[in-house]
């Protein structure tokens, strides 16, 4: 009987050793297509090169919308853009804030709020003033992205997000509103990161 006995008793520990560990490793809960759920985080990004100065050139100024910001280089050759991340649904990221070009001479602005960045669509949906949503910028291009697994939240990290014009259309929707010649679906807007975790 000893030799039954044994290798039960064996099993039994190892089942209640593999139920221990299972507690004190929670695995994380995926979330059901479709679903939003709550995140904190942030999209950043600077503007690209030559961007800010064709701009002020123009008399154009990016300003941001609070919980967002904006901050210009001593050099004013940039511009950094920071908005915090509220929710995700699928692979869309809701911003709270966003940002605005103002045309200093005119003052004829567009408002860019609570952007929405889908990085499988590879699009930004800005909501305007009236509250229509329109994509005004695409993503081109994202350098790397990847996933940390923490004892608590799970983090998504996008790094080299690429931002242009979305295409000529959105181009000349922001020419005619700032009455300016200077945007071009073919320009990188700008460079930067997008960081959401959630919990597990």
Known sequence: ????????????????????VGMTMPAA???????????????SFSTGNGVLPTWEANE??????SPGSVVTTATGITARVQLPL??????????AGGFRILNKDT???VRC????IDTAA????????????????????????SKVWGTATVTNIFRGVELRITDQDAADLLN????????????????????????R
């Open 122 to 145: 590879r699009v930004i949906d800005c909501v305007l003033p009236g509250g229509k949503n329109e994509q005004l910028f695409r993503i081109s291009d994202i350098d790397s992205r």
């Open 86 to 95: 509220v929710a995700k649904t699928g692979t869309a990221y809701a911003a």
């Open 60 to 65: 154009l100024v990016l300003i941001g919308v």
């Open 113 to 116: 709020s609570t952007p929405t």
């Open 1 to 20: 009987m000893q030799r039954v006995l044994r290798p039960v008793r064996l099993v039994a520990s190892l089942v209640v050793l593999g139920v221990a």
């Open 107 to 109: 003052g004829d602005t």
């Open 29 to 43: 809960q995926a979330v059901p297509p479709g679903e939003t759920v709550d995140i904190t985080g942030t999209f």
């Open 176 to 199: 005619d509103a700032l009455d300016v010649n200077v945007f071009s679906p073919s320009v990188t807007i700008g460079t930067g990161d997008l960081i959401a975790a959630r919990p």
